[in-house]
């Protein structure tokens, strides 16, 4: 096909519009992956596997559409006569539906569960995961479509040989402006959108984006009527966008296990370093955007070589891959006493290295075709499905974090050897004033044995808080796919530890939590206690006599009920004790049974991640189905009577008809009792003459100065009016008030000190 050169001054305007397009085609991508993962833990559950649902999906979705559009979108492009940038634009355009689309199929999805029989918590599970599929699939399928469609429009488009094509053809190019777009929309989400728009209202700004980015490649397509639509089939250009010396080690092979190892290494990021990060929604997305930002600095670094014609080869990016996998691990040790920042500094040379290998593969891959592209980035997006999958259901429940990161930098070390030994010379022709290659060589191998030795030493010398947490102090570690974790101390001293954050203690408030809305009741037959803790509100419902189901999420806390409790084995095993390892919300949503009383005692901090789900309007409107006549709900808060702690209040007065509240015994914390019936108001001695012998004995287990009526006068003592009023914010699964406060919190701040 013959080249038409553009019009003077055509390049100094597309170049701009091409990124900004990609930048906010990214930031809507990070956006709808946000929202659709937090509808699908409020619909099927906060569970790991429904998130590893969500990630594989949008991944395979991504990878799908890569590769068809890639394949078939320049022969798709003729058939309907138009250029790849209207493809381009409509598809932008689809994907803006799915904002609309996804959370009603979502929420049909659910419907259908609940009316249909799902059967056991397997089958409810997997039918879950159909519905997640069926619901996103198709829109990132769309996603995916997007960069091979855009790069066969500056691979036909653009042929203008008095300027640098390599600068917008190359895959870096775009690779560059999505991943800046897709970090901004990290941040902004978490900073900004969710906080101040909701869910609903953040997914409503993402989908005009999408709209706004097709009408400009629509209008990109119509205006290019000095070429051919497009190509039957797109193909390498005669002049490759970036000339790119091919390594020893095939690159779709480095793509893969790049993608496995980073997907792989952030999942156990995230858990590790929670015990400095902390578990709320900021941790996640500090992590995701240092990741990303970092990435998108490798990806300019890169195309900055590539304008100086000094692209460095695999087999060096691959040796510093290896050295700075290791950062993390070996600095992600309790001894050293990392902030924050510099917890996030520590994954940003390996996220650099990425940056400047993964497009620096797909150019040498691809040479500008599309197809070819598609491919190699097909390949990058099957590793980063494989990876997060085997760090979390393989690795992390059988090591600790530092053993998990050190062991992914094992594939790393074998391509980087494979590349170091391997007898074949480059392809490409040295530089000029390059060292001869065997010195070449020679430093290599140096550098592989150092890599080599960093490894052995960190897996020697290096240590994580899963082994220094104890102290010298009784202890025992169980980890699951969900959470670690670890129980220490001795007596009443005794702590436990999800992710390496502290979760409860023995302290008589997780008594009250059970005796106080049971004692209210008077005659209930059954109880359910979400939230398992060291399960002791557990063990004191037990002592009832009444059927007690308990639920957790993670498997692990279950297991170290005997590290707490000397009688645990008697416990489980009494006929009348249930413990169900699952979402409480989701247990309540697919399980019909109703109760008497049912408690919730949300894990710490009141800010952490997926916590509003247990507070919200929703889950209590599903309470409230699975509460039997006067039933009673406990709530506990473990704030303050501040704006996050009104806000509870004031979601639980507009969801039941009564609510009383009860301050602890401990002056921290409130425990809320709601009901659809009148909440009966008992004395002291009523309180005591409801109690069971087994009950009282309970009550002042851990005081035995104290009498279960001088007990009971201090827990009644405590009731204090339901704060919040009938205007302010509430807590919905739309609008998660406790989880996102960062904006607030700065306003307020700059408002004190004005």
């Known amino acids: 096909m013959a080249e038409t050169k553009a019009a003077p001054g055509h390049d100094l305007w597309i170049r701009p519009v091409l990124f900004a397009l990609f930048f906010l085609s990214?930031?809507?991508?990070?956006?709808?992956?946000?929202i659709w993962l937090r509808m699908a833990f409020a619909h099927f559950g906060v569970i790991t596997p429904v998130l590893s649902t969500v990630i594989s999906v949008f991944m395979l979705g991504l990878g799908i559409g890569s590769l068809l559009a890639g394949r078939y979108g320049g022969a798709l492009c003729t058939r309907l006569g138009c250029s790849a940038a209207t493809l381009y634009g409509a598809t932008e355009m689809l994907i803006g539906l799915g904002a609309f689309v996804v959370p009603w199929s979502m929420a049909f999805g659910q419907h259908l569960l609940l009316d249909g029989d799902a059967g056991g918590s397997a089958s409810y599970l997997a039918l879950s995961s159909v519905a997640i599929a069926v619901s996103i699939l198709p829109w990132c399928v769309l996603m995916g479509a997007t960069?091979?469609?855009?790069?066969?429009?500056?691979?036909?488009?653009?042929?203008?040989?008095?300027?640098?094509?390599?600068?917008?053809?190359?895959?870096?190019?775009?690779?560059?402006?999505?991943?800046?777009?897709?970090?901004?929309?990290?941040l902004l989400c978490a900073g900004v959108l969710i906080e101040w728009l909701g869910f609903t209202g953040t997914g409503l700004v993402a989908a005009l984006t999408n709209l706004l980015i097709g009408a400009i490649g629509i209008?990109?397509?119509?205006?290019?009527?000095?070429?051919?639509?497009?190509?039957?089939?797109?193909?390498?250009?005669?002049?490759?966008?970036?000339?790119?010396?091919?390594?020893?080690?095939?690159?779709?092979?480095?793509?893969?296990?790049?993608?496995?190892?980073?997907?792989?290494?952030?999942?156990?990021?995230?858990?590790?370093?929670?015990?400095v990060l902390k578990t709320t929604i900021y941790a996640f997305a500090a992590i995701l955007a240092t990741y990303l930002l970092a990435t998108a600095i490798g990806a300019a670094l890169y195309r900055r070589r590539v304008r100086l014609g000094s692209i460095p080869s695999d087999t060096s990016l691959l040796l510093a891959a290896c050295f700075t996998a290791c950062v993390p691990a070996i600095l992600d040790d309790?001894?050293?006493?990392?902030?924050?920042?510099?917890?996030?500094?520590?994954?940003?040379?390996?996220?650099?290295?990425?940056?400047?290998?993964?497009?620096?593969?797909?150019?040498?891959?691809?040479?500008?075709?599309?197809?070819?592209?598609?491919?190699?980035?097909?390949?990058?997006?099957?590793?980063?499905?494989?990876?997060?999958?085997?760090?979390?259901?393989?690795?992390?429940?059988?090591?600790?974090?530092?053993?998990?990161?050190?062991?992914?930098?094992?594939?790393?070390?074998?391509?980087?050897?494979?590349?170091?030994?391997?007898?074949?010379?480059?392809?490409?022709?040295?530089?000029?004033?390059?060292?001869?290659?065997?010195?070449?060589?020679?430093?290599?191998?140096?550098?592989?044995?150092?890599?080599?030795?960093?490894?052995?030493?960190?897996?020697?010398?290096?240590?994580?808080?899963?082994?220094?947490?104890?102290?010298?102090?009784?202890?025992?570690?169980?980890?699951?796919?969900?959470?670690?974790?670890?129980?220490?101390?001795?007596?009443?001293?005794?702590?436990?530890?999800?992710?390496?954050?502290?979760?409860?203690?023995?302290?008589?408030?997780?008594?009250?939590?059970?005796?106080?809305?049971?004692?209210?009741?008077?005659?209930?037959?059954?109880?359910?206690?979400?939230?398992?803790?060291?399960?002791?509100?557990?063990?004191?419902?037990?002592?009832?006599?009444?059927?007690?189901?308990?639920?957790?999420?993670?498997?692990?806390v279950i297991r170290l009920f005997g590290f707490f409790h000397a009688d645990a084995a008697s416990v489980t095993a009494a006929r009348n004790v249930h413990m169900v390892v699952d979402d409480g919300r989701r247990y309540l949503t697919r399980v019909g049974q109703t109760y008497d009383v049912i408690v919730i005692d949300p894990p710490p901090p009141i800010e952490a991640a997926g916590s509003s789900l247990l507070y919200s309007r929703e889950m209590y409107t599903v309470i409230r189905r699975r509460l039997r006549p006067g039933g009673i709900l406990q709530q506990w808060y473990p704030g303050d009577d501040d704006a996050t702690g009104q806000a509870v209040a004031r979601t639980l007065s507009q969801a039941f008809a009564y609510v009383?509240?009860?301050?602890?015994?401990?002056?921290?914390?409130?425990?809320?009792?709601?009901?659809?019936?009148?909440?009966?108001?008992?004395?002291?001695?009523?309180?005591?003459?409801?109690?069971?012998?087994?009950?009282?004995?309970?009550?002042?287990?851990?005081?035995?100065?104290?009498?279960?009526?001088?007990?009971?006068?201090?827990?009644?003592?405590?009731?204090?009016?339901v704060s919040g009023g009938d205007r302010g914010p509430i807590i919905t699964d739309d609008h998660p008030y406790n989880e996102y406060y960062l904006a607030r919190s700065l306003l307020g701040a700059l408002r004190g000190q004005d």
């Open 26 to 34: 990214g930031f809507c991508s990070l956006v709808y992956q946000i």
């Open 147 to 186: 960069l091979p469609l855009m790069m066969g429009f500056v691979g036909t488009g653009w042929r203008d040989p008095d300027r640098d094509v390599g600068k917008t053809r190359s895959f870096s190019f775009l690779y560059r402006a999505n991943v800046i777009g897709a970090a901004t929309g990290t």
């Open 219 to 275: 209008r990109l397509g119509a205006g290019e009527d000095r070429l051919p639509a497009c190509p039957p089939a797109w193909g390498a250009p005669t002049r490759p966008a970036v000339m790119v010396a091919p390594g020893p080690v095939p690159a779709n092979l480095i793509l893969f296990t790049t993608g496995f190892c980073s997907l792989a290494m952030e999942v156990v990021w995230t858990r590790g370093f929670t015990i």
């Open 334 to 556: 309790p001894r050293i006493q990392m902030t924050p920042l510099d917890v996030l500094l520590s994954i940003v040379p390996f996220s650099v290295v990425l940056g400047i290998l993964t497009p620096r593969l797909v150019d040498a891959a691809s040479l500008g075709d599309p197809a070819r592209a598609a491919t190699s980035y097909t390949m990058n997006i099957l590793g980063s499905i494989l990876g997060p999958l085997v760090a979390g259901y393989l690795l992390v429940t059988r090591f600790d974090v530092r053993i998990c990161l050190l062991l992914l930098v094992l594939p790393l070390i074998a391509l980087a050897t494979w590349s170091v030994l391997d007898p074949r010379l480059p392809a490409a022709a040295p530089r000029p004033r390059a060292r001869p290659s065997g010195t070449r060589t020679r430093t290599q191998r140096v550098a592989l044995a150092g890599c080599v030795g960093v490894l052995a030493l960190s897996f020697a010398f290096a240590r994580s808080y899963e082994s220094s947490v104890s102290g010298g102090e009784p202890f025992e570690t169980r980890r699951d796919y969900a959470a670690t974790a670890i129980a220490f101390g001795a007596g009443q001293q005794k702590t436990l530890l999800v992710n390496g954050v502290g979760i409860t203690s023995l302290t008589p408030i997780t008594k009250i939590m059970a005796d106080l809305p049971l004692a209210v009741h008077g005659h209930a037959r059954n109880g359910l206690v979400i939230c398992f803790g060291m399960g002791t509100t557990m063990r004191t419902m037990s002592r009832w006599g009444i059927d007690t189901t308990a639920v957790d999420l993670t498997a692990s």
């Open 660 to 721: 009383v509240a009860y301050r602890s015994i401990e002056g921290w914390g409130t425990h809320y009792l709601a009901s659809m019936q009148p909440i009966p108001t008992i004395d002291a001695a009523t309180f005591v003459s409801r109690l069971p012998e087994p009950v009282r004995r309970d009550l002042v287990e851990w005081d035995p100065r104290a009498t279960p009526l001088a007990m009971a006068t201090r827990i009644l003592a405590g009731r204090v009016p």
